[in-house]
């Protein structure tokens, strides 16, 4: 259980096109999602914070109209990265916390997508 | 300031060999802390995860350890295989509250 899956796994883009990914918990409801970055070799860097039917909670320095973010079910979030640019180019996961964590307050992992903007 | 220190950076073992990664953090108060293994290009997938009452979880060949008092845990690896050459990331989350804060992880390379 606790499978959460991330479409597309690749994209590759031009300059200034906009791109959607999604995020959903496939076996589980998550009222709160979050996105993260990661550089290569680098660290998972947290983007947002996203609860189901509110706005998103971005981290600071993180532009809120360039990655555009919408929980609109405890199953999805969606990423929008807008007028993407060459360094917008990374990797992104998402992870989903589920309505009912248990002890743990785990946290699910995505697979990752990676975008590349040429 | 909530931090988590990991060593080394990356390390390179033979094959069949054991090995052990650290982390110390500072993240107080403190809720729980996980180990993930990240292949290349792919999301975390959790080994372990403890909470302050904790002090050893075992996930297969893969034994956590966490000293609460301290503020540090390890990561235990025996007979390693060449499918264990990934990152392995150190991760604790405080108490109250869902984000977590990352290590930067040990890259470990398993050669034949």
């Known amino acids: 259980g606790a499978v959460v899956s991330q479409h597309p796994s690749r994209v590759i883009c031009k300059s200034g096109t906009s791109v959607k990914i999604e995020c959903r918990s496939l076996?589980?409801?998550?009222?709160?999602m979050f996105w993260y970055r990661q550089f290569p070799k680098k660290s998972l860097m947290l983007m947002a914070t996203?609860?189901?039917?509110?706005?998103?909670?971005?981290e600071q320095g993180v532009e809120k109209d360039k990655f555009l973010i919408n929980h609109a079910s405890l199953t999805l979030s969606t990423l929008t990265v807008t007028s993407a640019h060459p360094e917008d180019s990374s990797f992104y996961i998402c992870s989903a916390y589920p309505l009912t964590s248990g002890s743990y307050n785990e946290q699910f992992f995505g697979p990752g997508t990676r975008l590349t903007v040429l | 300031k909530n931090q988590v220190e990991q060593s080394p950076q990356s390390l390179i073992i033979l094959e069949g060999k054991n090995c052990t990664l650290q982390?110390?953090?500072?993240?107080?108060?403190?809720?729980?802390l996980r180990w993930y293994k990240q292949d290349t290009g792919r999301g975390p997938v959790s080994l372990t995860i403890?909470?302050?009452?904790?002090n050893t979880k075992s996930n297969g060949r893969y034994t956590a350890t966490l000293d609460a008092d301290t503020k540090q845990s390890s990561l235990h690896i025996t007979a390693s295989q060449l499918s264990d050459s990934a990152s392995y990331i150190c991760?604790?989350?405080?108490?109250?509250?869902?984000?977590?804060?990352f290590g930067k992880g040990t890259k470990l390379s398993v050669i034949p």
């Open positions: 991760v604790v989350t405080g108490a109250g509250s869902y984000q977590l804060t």
């Open positions: 076996d589980f409801q998550a009222t709160t």
């Open positions: 403890m909470t302050f009452s904790e």
């Open positions: 982390c110390n953090y500072t993240v107080s108060p403190f809720s729980n």
């Open positions: 996203s609860n189901e039917g509110s706005k998103a909670t971005y």
